[in-house]
């Protein structure tokens, strides 16, 4: 794709997808990135790092439409990253993440609208599919929203599409950089449940589902990455012998809202989703309240027996996979390959 004399708007765009997205659009021809954040210490350190003028910084939360408005004018294409993301948080604050991930998206949708943005793509989670926690709600109730809008506006308004994937290796928060902390702290590794399974992507994998659902997403697609997976005690396995540590491993049962594996795709949506070779694409369910004039073949369809996507049925990878995996991660560029 093609981004010269374009400008882009990330919102979160201090957090890691703003990061991996800066160091690779900073190599094209663009005209402007614009990242919208609430966190000024981060956006600082961000100007300081890339030092590039096309890079601009605006001061808002998504909660707000008037704070944010003004980042919207003149801008191409729209990265919404901003979200609260972490799940025991948002079990004890719940309004506080729907103030955030469900209003402040929508806020998102009508900026994109009230100035024209060509294509906006939306960044969802694996906990949105069968949400049993806060988190996973409210993001359902943001791609329900962008969807349900998607479906109303005319040809010439703005491109609404998703992307969903699970957590992403080494990013903030994720368990890979809690593990490393604990083995330089020479603490034991704290496991919720050892047969816990979660997808292996990498950053560069997120940006790279993000990319392909902006080139190729029309109204309403939403788009999932096909991705091995493996189970948190092999992970923390793996981390253990790359770093040569011999620090335990205490076992402290699943926290709130956590899921034993991840969904990505749920069944009822299998029958609506394309297959590509490294993707998959879930188009939306356009029909309207008329359910009387449903053809027949639609009706079959939906009513046949689908599998949902997840980390316990996907490829599962073993500890000798998983290193090799690791050892791709910059988080793990000081442990030498062997």
Same mark, same amino acid.
């Given at each position: ?50 030092? $590039? ?7 808002? $939360? ?47 949708? =009508? ?96 940006? $790279? ?21 493996? *189970?948190? $005690? ?8 790359? *770093?040569?540590?011999?620090?335990? =491993? ?89």
């Amino acid at each position: 794709m093609d981004f010269s004399g374009k400008t882009i708007l990330i919102t979160g765009g201090t957090g890691s997808f703003g990061n991996a997205a800066c160091q690779k659009f900073l190599k094209t021809n663009i005209k402007e990135i614009r990242i919208l954040s609430r966190d000024e210490a981060k956006q600082d350190l961000m100007r300081t790092f890339y030092d $590039d003028n096309r890079l601009k910084f605006y001061i808002g $939360d998504v909660r707000d439409f008037n704070s944010i408005e003004c980042a919207f004018k003149n801008v191409d294409y729209v990265f919404h990253a901003a979200a609260l993301k972490q799940v025991p948080s948002c079990e004890f604050f719940p309004i506080e993440a729907v103030k955030t991930n469900v209003l402040g998206s929508d806020n998102v949708i =009508k900026a994109c609208l009230k100035y024209h943005v060509k294509k906006a793509v939306f960044l969802s989670t694996d906990k949105a599919v069968y949400p049993i926690n806060v988190m996973g709600m409210s993001k359902a109730l943001m791609e329900k929203n962008v969807i349900a809008i998607s479906q109303k506006l005319k040809k010439d308004e703005t491109i609404l599409c998703l992307t969903r994937y699970g957590n992403v290796m080494g990013s903030r928060g994720s368990v890979i950089p809690l593990f490393l902390n604990q083995i330089k702290q020479n603490k034991p590794l704290t496991i919720t449940n050892p047969d816990m399974t979660r997808f292996m992507m990498s950053l560069d994998e997120a940006l $790279d589902l993000v990319l392909y659902a902006f080139e190729y997403g029309e109204q309403g697609d939403l788009f999932v990455k096909k991705d091995p997976a493996a *189970t948190i $005690d092999t992970l923390a396995d793996a981390i253990l012998e790359i *770093t040569h540590s011999n620090v335990k =491993k205490n076992y402290i049962g699943t926290r709130h809202g956590e899921k034993l594996y991840e969904t990505l795709i749920s069944s009822e949506e299998m029958f609506r989703a394309v297959s590509y070779e490294r993707f998959y694409k879930i188009v939306p369910d356009n029909r309207d309240l008329n359910y009387h004039l449903h053809s027949k073949e639609s009706i079959a369809k939906s009513n046949l027996n689908y599998e949902a996507y997840t980390s316990h049925n996907t490829k599962r990878l073993n500890k000798e996979e998983l290193k090799k995996l690791l050892l791709t991660l910059n988080i793990f560029k000081e442990f030498p390959k062997e």
